[in-house]
């Protein structure tokens, strides 16, 4: 399978706990985006990575929440300290280099915190 | 900030019926996709539109570019059940490479 890979597929914390979210793009992308999605909503912005760097993290929360893409290994995205709001589903996609806007989207991990 | 409203938010109709998805925003886009999600997966990108004007058409949906490169609509044909889903719009603007979505449309389509 050539597609983005997201695990966990689910995930389940109490409180205080943290969330460790893995998204390997599709083969030959370099450009990684995180989004999260609330029950019958859209899709909000969160991070922009590309190889080793973070190009926008402007929709991402300053405290308890970052995001890597580091040279070798998949993008991870980090939730410390989680609370009961942030149970969402976070969505993963990749796009390769040389924009087009077109991006490519894994199944989402679906965080539940108790 | 770029802000991407999609109407209506919720659609159900009958099958067979045609329907139209509004998709708009006060920025110019460089480009403006259409995604459909089902529920439990991730987004699946069905048409992309870069030209002011364009149409572009997947068997019974037709996509436009609005020519100020600022709206968009989805247009569908006959629905079908199996075009039950959430459509979402998406673009980014001024060379930009944040790919912003739209506030998505609940399309239910009963048999």
């Known amino acids: 399978n050539a597609g983005v890979m997201q695990n966990p597929r689910h995930l389940v914390r109490r409180r205080g706990q943290e969330a460790r979210l893995r998204c390997s793009p599709m083969?030959?992308?370099?450009?990684v985006y995180w989004y999260r999605q609330l029950p019958e909503e859209g899709l909000k912005f969160m991070v922009y990575l590309q190889k080793e760097n973070i190009i926008d993290e402007s929709g991402m929360p300053k405290e308890r929440f970052s995001a890597e893409f580091p040279k070798e290994g998949p993008s991870i995205l980090r939730i410390q300290q989680v609370v009961r709001g942030d149970s969402a589903a976070y969505f993963c996609?990749?796009?390769?280099?040389?924009?087009?806007?077109?991006?490519?989207f894994g199944e989402g991990s679906r965080l539940t915190v108790l | 900030t770029q802000l991407l409203e999609q109407s209506p938010q919720f659609l159900s109709i009958q099958e067979g019926e045609n329907l139209t998805v509004y998709c708009n925003s006060s920025s110019v886009f460089s480009s403006l996709q259409w995604y459909r999600q089902e529920p439990g997966e991730g987004p699946v990108l069905l048409v992309t539109?870069?030209?002011?004007?364009e149409v572009k058409k997947l068997k019974r949906l037709t996509f436009q570019f609005g020519d100020a490169r600022k709206d968009s609509s989805l247009h569908i044909t006959a629905a079908q059940p199996g075009d039950t889903g959430l459509y979402l719009c998406a673009g980014n603007s001024g060379g930009y490479q944040k790919v912003t979505f739209g506030t998505g449309t609940k399309l239910q389509v009963i048999p």
């Open positions: 539109v870069v030209t002011g004007g």
């Open positions: 996609a990749s796009s390769p280099a040389g924009y087009t806007g077109e991006l490519f």
């Open positions: 083969k030959g992308h370099s450009h």
